[in-house]
């Protein structure tokens, strides 16, 4: 997307932990929007675009690591499962599972999920790997109109790579947005969005 002329761009940088048994319970990282937001003030933000990006401190470059969990060799058919979740909202939910690209006020959602079987106890394991972006990281052309700040959840599961579990990992985020004048119409508008479908 290009950037407009009155557009911004916002970065942040929020972190997790993630247990020795490779896990995330949901967790809430918050954008401060304050500069642009303000409802008696009739100030807004249209979010245009959110991307985000892993990081594995632990990880020679910093890079998420391709592998989830590691390889188990011991067991013919062992298998395993690793997931992650990470999503943008206004309205912070108490689990997890009710993310939705559908749920109320949620921007964006992107999962990474990977299961490993071991096919030979000796020499290899079958890995399937699959990463989705749900909704569309542009959110153009008018974006999503916010007038609080935007709030990121994450939750994992089964981490289990040595750069991975037992660590303090990273989610770096960037917003493409523009100021805006709030109306009647645009609050109006915004509440409901907000309702269940």
Not at 128 to 131: G, H, K, N
């Given at each position: 997307?290009?950037?407009?002329?009155?557009?911004v761009?916002?970065?942040?940088?929020?972190?997790?932990?993630?247990?020795?048994?490779?896990?995330?319970?949901?967790?809430?990282?918050?954008?401060d929007?304050?500069?642009?937001?303000?409802?008696?003030?009739?100030k807004?933000?249209?979010?245009k675009?959110i991307?985000?990006?892993?990081?594995?401190?632990?990880?020679?470059?910093?890079?998420?690591?391709?592998?989830?969990?590691?390889?188990?060799?011991?067991?013919?058919g062992?298998?395993?499962?690793?997931?992650?979740?990470?999503?943008?909202?206004?309205?912070?939910?108490?689990?997890?599972?009710d993310?939705?690209?559908?749920s109320p006020?949620?921007?964006?959602?992107?999962?990474m999920?990977?299961?490993?079987?071991?096919d030979?106890?000796t020499?290899?394991?079958v890995l399937?790997?699959?990463?989705d972006?749900?909704?569309?990281?542009?959110?153009?052309?008018?974006?999503?109109?916010?007038?609080?700040?935007?709030?990121?959840g994450?939750?994992?599961?089964?981490?289990?790579?040595?750069?991975?579990?037992?660590?303090?990992?990273?989610?770096?985020?960037?917003?493409?947005?523009?100021p805006k004048?709030?109306?009647?119409?645009?609050?109006t508008?915004?509440?409901?969005?907000?309702q269940?479908l």
């Open positions: 997307m290009a950037k407009g002329t009155n557009d761009i916002l970065r942040d940088r929020l972190q997790f932990d993630v247990t020795t048994l490779g896990v995330t319970d949901l967790v809430y990282g918050r954008i929007l304050s500069d642009y937001v303000s409802i008696p003030e009739n807004g933000l249209a979010i675009e991307r985000f990006q892993l990081r594995s401190p632990a990880s020679p470059l910093g890079n998420f690591p391709a592998n989830l969990g590691d390889f188990d060799m011991t067991n013919v062992n298998q395993s499962s690793q997931a992650v979740k990470v999503f943008a909202t206004t309205t912070a939910y108490e689990d997890i599972k993310v939705g690209i559908a006020n949620v921007l964006c959602v992107m999962t999920n990977q299961v490993i079987i071991t030979n106890g020499t290899y394991a399937s790997r699959r990463d972006w749900y909704g569309t990281p542009d959110l153009h052309p008018e974006g999503y109109d916010v007038v609080t700040d935007l709030l990121v994450i939750g994992c599961s089964g981490l289990r790579s040595n750069v991975l579990e037992d660590q303090t990992l990273e989610i770096d985020v960037m917003l493409i947005a523009e004048k709030i109306t009647t119409k645009d609050l508008q915004m509440l409901t969005q907000a269940d």
